[in-house]
């Protein structure tokens, strides 16, 4: 008999005495690897009707019966009009509350066939008792697999409901295109009082281990799965009050968000969901963190709201102080929440640069913070590469202009330096010279020059760093040439190709007097003060191409640019593994760089026919590939000077 046959008589015989007789796992695998894909789409129906026929009256693990029937539906083909006919019909709300995993994940499959259609989700929404069921497995399920399921399953139904608003309704003054009305998704979850009720009631602590609630444990694992929700739901339904007579209860007035955001989590004892909180507004302030773009969601980026809000509840200064004042929190606090808080700064930094150069007080303190922690770093740690991640991590996303050096001040920028090369120190510097890559900020259309300003103070700073450091770039080449430490290496030839790239703007020729640009102390310099404080005698190159074709970076970087990559095939064993893999991965990396820079010569030539030669010197360069003809470096093996 073939292996269908047997599948199904195996399947048949279980069923008439399932205490007596048990799955065949080995069998059910074998069918799975041999010919779950072939089958006809008639075979697939018959199969899973037999098995959800047997799945109620097993008396054994349904693990085996429950994979096979995911393999089975698996297909894209196998929609949700089909596990509608399955006879008997699926008790979703039963599979959900079931006490085994496989039942439950099973189940979700099945549910998770309904989410690609709004018709098909509008029928789940239509069942309360299984919106509610899934709700709870969501949230209370100890298993994290199961949850993660649920999680996905009751995004993509919420998802599947979205419609856009009738645009013969309203205004496109109130309602843009992109403005959608609830679903019967949304309305079932956010407007249903006992199901809307259940997410409160589920994650708050008031009623923990009270009444078979949930324990402050459990709770606090479903707190975290709520704000992973949140994030990427974000929109009116769960910002503003539904149910007025729920919200009270746990004392909240604007909705879902306030109850989890400020209510909800208790950050004073206890740090691991204070860390979950800090990460959950870092994502709030992020540009397209909700996928579902509504009006309110476009007016809270494009105002910032986000961090006004903040502003206003005192969360945001709160965040922030376990970065910038950690000696006004506990040890364990500062200990956990230190890198937490810095991330979220350097969120809000990026995505918010505008409002951060306004805080004045917060640009003051952050820059603070920084000195003070480069400072007190030695040239050992920096060689070790005991680095402060976390601070660099900061200042490589404070907006350039806080970091240009005042009357009062200096910048945290010069107290990096290039030697002893350090991974972490070269790329920091390589995202500072660079200037923005793209256009994320929320801010930068409310302020148009706000980007151009950041252009020009990623070049300002650039000469000011190279007034300080004037052997920048051959502390760099040495790093590149030290192959033995690959990834610093590797960052020191990033940095070259991020000058060469770099996306620079003119600096003002007098000062802008334009309020919505950075005045005071973080004004951008003019052109004629920024040659004064480099000690230029002439005008300084407007773009990075030419700063690498300018000295002191012409003698040093294009030379290197051109010689053969380095090899190691004199060491013993011919070199070869792991050094000669770096050889080979830094050589590479070099190679590109020089297509990059070709790629910005050619550009250069088109606009004002200068430097043909060097285009030409630069392929003759590429022709020979990234090896180059090899130099050989024998047992000679780079060392950093300490």
């Not at 199904?8 to 205490?19: F, K, T």
């Not at 096979?68 to 959900?96: K, N």
């Not at 205004?171 to 979850?189: A, C, F, G």
């Not at 820059?367 to 490589?396: C, F, N």
């Amino acid at each position: 008999m073939d292996l269908l046959g047997d599948i199904r008589s195996h399947l048949a015989a279980v069923a008439s005495d399932p205490a007596g007789n048990a799955l065949d796992p080995r069998l059910l695998e074998k069918f799975d690897r041999q010919v779950t894909e072939s089958i006809s789409e008639t075979d697939r129906d018959i199969l899973v009707h037999q098995l959800a026929e047997l799945l109620p009256t097993l008396q054994q693990d349904p693990t085996p019966a429950t994979t096979l029937v995911e393999i089975l539906i698996r297909p894209a083909s196998y929609t949700f009009d089909r596990v509608l006919d399955i006879d008997p019909p699926v008790d979703f709300a039963a599979g959900l509350k079931a006490l085994f995993p496989s039942i439950n994940l099973v189940t979700l499959s099945l549910l998770e066939k309904a989410k690609f259609k709004s018709s098909d989700a509008g029928i789940i929404a239509g069942k309360p008792e299984i919106v509610a069921a899934l709700i709870e497995l969501w949230l209370s399920t100890p298993n994290t697999a199961v949850a993660s399921k649920a999680h996905d399953v009751l995004l993509g139904l919420l998802a599947a409901g979205e419609r856009p608003r009738e645009a013969a309704t309203t205004t496109s003054q109130d309602y843009p295109e992109h403005y959608y009305e609830p679903s019967l998704m949304w309305r079932r979850v956010f407007r249903d009082k006992d199901i809307y009720d259940s997410i409160f009631r589920v994650c708050s602590l008031v009623s923990a281990g009270q009444n078979g609630q949930l324990g402050k444990r459990d709770k606090t694992v479903a707190q975290a799965r709520l704000l992973d929700l949140l994030v990427k739901i974000d929109c009116e339904s769960i910002r503003r009050p539904q149910i007025a007579e729920v919200e009270s209860r746990y004392g909240v007035k604007d909705g879902l968000m306030e109850f989890a955001a400020l209510k909800m989590v208790d950050y004073k004892d206890d740090v691991l969901m204070h860390m979950t909180l800090i990460d959950f507004f870092a994502d709030l302030l992020k540009p397209g963190h909700s996928m579902i773009q509504t009006r309110e969601i476009a007016s809270y980026q494009l105002s910032s709201s986000s961090s006004e809000d903040l502003d206003l509840r005192g969360t945001h200064n709160r965040i922030l102080s376990y970065y910038l004042d950690p000696t006004k929190h506990s040890s364990l606090d500062s200990t956990y929440l230190y890198g937490r808080s810095a991330n979220y700064l350097a969120t809000y930094c990026s995505y918010h640069p505008a409002h951060f150069l306004f805080s004045q007080p917060v640009v003051d303190s952050t820059v603070a913070r920084l000195v003070e922690v480069l400072r007190k770093m030695t040239p050992g740690q920096w060689a070790q590469g005991s680095t402060p991640k976390h601070d660099l991590h900061v200042l490589a996303s404070v907006p350039r202009q806080a970091l240009l050096p005042t009357p009062t001040s200096a910048s945290p920028l010069f107290l990096l330096s290039a030697r002893p090369a350090n991974e972490d120190v070269l790329q920091t510097l390589a995202t500072v010279f660079q200037g923005p890559k793209d256009n994320h900020s929320t801010e930068n259309h409310l302020h148009p020059d706000a980007e151009a300003q950041q252009r020009s103070a990623a070049r300002a700073l650039y000469w000011l760093y190279l007034d300080q450091y004037p052997t920048l770039w051959q502390d760099v080449v040495k790093a590149a040439e030290t192959v033995a430490l690959k990834n610093a290496a590797l960052a020191a030839i990033a940095l070259i190709n991020a000058v060469v790239n770099a996306s620079w703007s003119p600096l003002p020729s007098q000062p802008d007097p334009d309020p919505n640009l950075v005045q005071g102390p973080h004004a951008l310099p003019t052109e004629q003060q920024l040659r004064t404080k480099c000690h230029a005698s002439q005008d300084l190159p407007p773009s990075g191409l030419l700063a690498i074709l300018s000295p002191p970076a012409l003698e040093t970087i294009l030379p290197y640019l051109l010689r053969p990559a380095q090899t190691f095939s004199n060491l013993v064993g011919g070199g070869k593994g792991d050094v000669e893999s770096a050889a080979y991965r830094v050589a590479a990396a070099k190679y590109d760089v020089l297509l990059s820079l070709k790629s910005r010569l050619q550009g250069y030539v088109q606009e004002t026919g200068q430097l043909q030669e060097v285009v030409a010197v630069v392929d003759r360069r590429l022709a020979m590939g990234p090896m180059g003809g090899v130099s050989e470096v024998g047992g000679r093996v780079g060392t950093l000077d300490l």
